[in-house]
């Protein structure tokens, strides 16, 4: 039987001693510590939407007790409820979308919700914010900073 050698992956000693780090500091082995970051990362990734021929995502929210269906359209932001459901018509946003919904069947509800909890991936059951596309703001938020500029060493005889 040959010799069987685990995988492995080659580090910069950078990302090694930060690596060691957070094993100390969660009080567990580097391999046990890599494998804990991949599950949370696989837990916060967002589940694959299935898609129409026209890039359309099939939602649904249900409200005082009725099932709207709809389509979440990935290009535009868009939401689409098609005739025969409450609210039918296209909206810019999903936000707009369950407004109409809340003002059809509960007029005398005030319909402000953010569209993005209200209406579920009907593939998965996960609200529509999931898929939501990140604004500018939050990317440049989740950026890495540039390294700060070096401090001029002003060296003064006297």
Same mark, same amino acid.
């Given at each position: 039987?040959?010799?069987? +050698?685990? *995988?492995? !992956?080659?580090?910069? *000693?950078?990302? +090694?001693?930060?690596?060691?780090?957070? %094993? &100390? %500091?969660?009080?567990?082995?580097?391999?046990?510590?890599?494998?804990?970051?991949?599950?949370?990362?696989?837990?916060?990734?967002? $589940? @694959? $939407? #299935?898609?129409?021929?026209?890039? /359309?995502?099939?939602? +649904?929210?249900?409200?005082?007790?009725t099932r709207v269906?709809?389509?979440?359209?990935?290009?535009? #932001?868009?939401?689409?409820?098609?005739?025969?459901?409450?609210? $039918?018509?296209?909206? &810019?946003?999903?936000?707009?979308?369950? /407004? %109409? !919904?809340?003002?059809? =069947?509960?007029?005398?509800?005030? *319909?402000?919700?953010?569209?993005?909890?209200?209406?579920?991936?009907?593939?998965?059951?996960?609200? =529509? /914010?999931?898929?939501r596309p990140p604004?500018?703001?939050?990317?440049? @938020?989740?950026?890495?900073?540039?390294?700060?500029? #070096?401090?001029?060493?002003?060296?003064?005889?006297?």
């Amino acid at each position: 039987m040959p010799d069987q +050698h685990p *995988p492995s !992956v080659t580090l910069d *000693p950078s990302t +090694h001693s930060l690596l060691n780090l957070l %094993a &100390k %500091a969660w009080n567990t082995t580097p391999t046990d510590a890599v494998r804990q970051l991949l599950v949370l990362f696989a837990e916060t990734m967002p $589940a @694959a $939407a #299935q898609t129409d021929a026209d890039g /359309r995502v099939p939602v +649904h929210a249900i409200y005082a007790a009725t099932r709207v269906n709809a389509l979440y359209d990935t290009a535009t #932001q868009s939401v689409t409820i098609p005739e025969g459901n409450p609210g $039918a018509g296209t909206y &810019k946003s999903p936000s707009g979308a369950s /407004r %109409a !919904v809340i003002e059809t =069947l509960r007029p005398d509800v005030l *319909p402000i919700r953010t569209g993005w909890t209200f209406w579920r991936i009907t593939s998965s059951g996960q609200v =529509l /914010r999931t898929i939501r596309p990140p604004s500018a703001t939050a990317l440049a @938020a989740r950026a890495v900073p540039p390294p700060a500029p #070096q401090a001029a060493s002003s060296a003064r005889s006297r």
